[in-house]
């Protein structure tokens, strides 16, 4: 399975909800097999620029993109789904 990657901030405060959330769904057996490649876009900022977004929790998986900004933990779920039947 293709990892999913997210760029965040560390003092954003919508990523740090959507960690809450994300972590709460890796809990569930379904989504345990699920990867996710943490990058700190303020520590990864070239990296970061060869993405396009602008706001942070972003989600792509391979170069798609498929969340941006503040999340939900039912916009959380819709990405594990999505890489669940991606993978």
Known sequence: MQPL???YLKF???CHEAKAYIEE???EEKYQKIEIQWINEGKER???????YYYVPTFYLG???LH?????KEDVRKVFETALANG
């Open 46 to 52: 070239a990296l970061a620029d060869t993405y396009d």
């Open 25 to 27: 769904l890796l809990k």
């Open 63 to 65: 170069r798609k993109k």
């Open 12 to 14: 954003c405060p919508y």
């Open 68 to 72: 941006e900004g503040a999340m939900s």
């Open 5 to 7: 990657t997210l760029f």
